[in-house]
């Protein structure tokens, strides 16, 4: 399992490193890609549960939206009323074909386009600031640290649950050292960036930046173990062996894209 989860990571390095790196359409079609799927992924997990939210509505409203905050932002706003608005007329069609849940579908469809969509956006959104390869280089990083450190420590000293009926194997311990090495590990690679020559960053906005993601991201991960949970689900998908789907994978960099784009323009530039 560990090997698997060290290939399928590695993998998926080796091409969202270079897309970081250029940006541009390289970056934004990866990460469009990946919400696509994961669009495809939530839509599975609910249907799996009885729910049918649209499939169409949901992977193509988040690639709408994410294109819209890639290239078009002042029209986000109206093309997220739009995709809202369709969704609506989509399941009041379904009710009349005799859908009875179509009320609570129309709820699942409209989250799964917000959820994914506009707050998976902001990922798309901290690599369109100005230096923002530097500052994806210490959002994405502090969102590794902490599960790195989290996984290794949490499975080989944790002993006391965290949130069992949510997550039985995350422990305590695992997510004290999550938050630990998340704060340390953005820290030192604010230094070095400052030492390159990156001179917008100071080792304390690193600090801050890796504590207030590590503390906080391990929800994305646990939301989205909600939804397995009520679905009766283990994972998202089988595209990554080890790591589950692509939803598994990204839970808590949509956390970490929208927390640390909203620190970095609030605070630190």
Do not use: C
């Not at 790196?21 to 390289?26: L, R």
């Not at 390869?133 to 002993?159: E, N, Q, S, T």
């Not at 340390?184 to 070095?192: M, R």
């Amino acid at each position: 399992m560990l090997a698997k989860r060290v290939l399928a990571a590695l993998a998926l390095a080796a091409i969202g490193f270079p897309a970081m790196y250029f940006g541009g359409f390289f970056y934004f079609g990866l990460v469009t890609l990946l919400l696509g799927i994961a669009a495809w992924e939530y839509g599975r997990i609910f249907h799996t549960a009885g729910k049918n939210a649209s499939t169409p509505l949901l992977v193509g409203g988040v690639v709408l939206i994410a294109f819209l905050r890639g290239y078009f932002p002042a029209q986000a706003s109206a093309g997220l009323t739009l995709l809202i608005l369709a969704a609506m007329t989509w399941h009041l069609f379904d009710y009349e074909k005799g859908r009875d849940l179509a009320a609570t579908d129309f709820t699942i469809t409209v989250a799964g386009i917000v959820y994914l969509g506009w707050v998976g956006a902001y990922l798309i959104d901290v690599r369109n600031l100005a230096d923002g390869i530097w500052w994806l280089a210490l959002v994405f990083p502090a969102a590794w640290f902490a599960d790195m450190a989290a996984y290794f420590i949490g499975k080989r000293f944790g002993k006391h649950q965290l949130i069992p009926r949510l997550s039985p194997k995350k422990t305590w311990e695992g997510y004290w050292a999550g938050v630990f090495f998340g704060t340390i590990g953005t820290t030192g690679l604010a230094v070095l960036w400052h030492s390159l020559g990156w001179q917008a960053v100071t080792w304390w906005q690193g600090a801050v930046l890796g504590a207030v993601l590590s503390i906080l991201i391990t929800l994305g991960d646990l939301g989205e173990s909600m939804f397995k949970r009520e679905a009766g689900v283990k994972d998202s998908g089988t595209l990554m062996p080890g790591h589950g789907g692509i939803f598994d994978r990204i839970d808590s960099w949509i956390w970490a894209g929208a927390l640390g784009y909203l620190l970095i323009i609030w605070f630190f530039i």
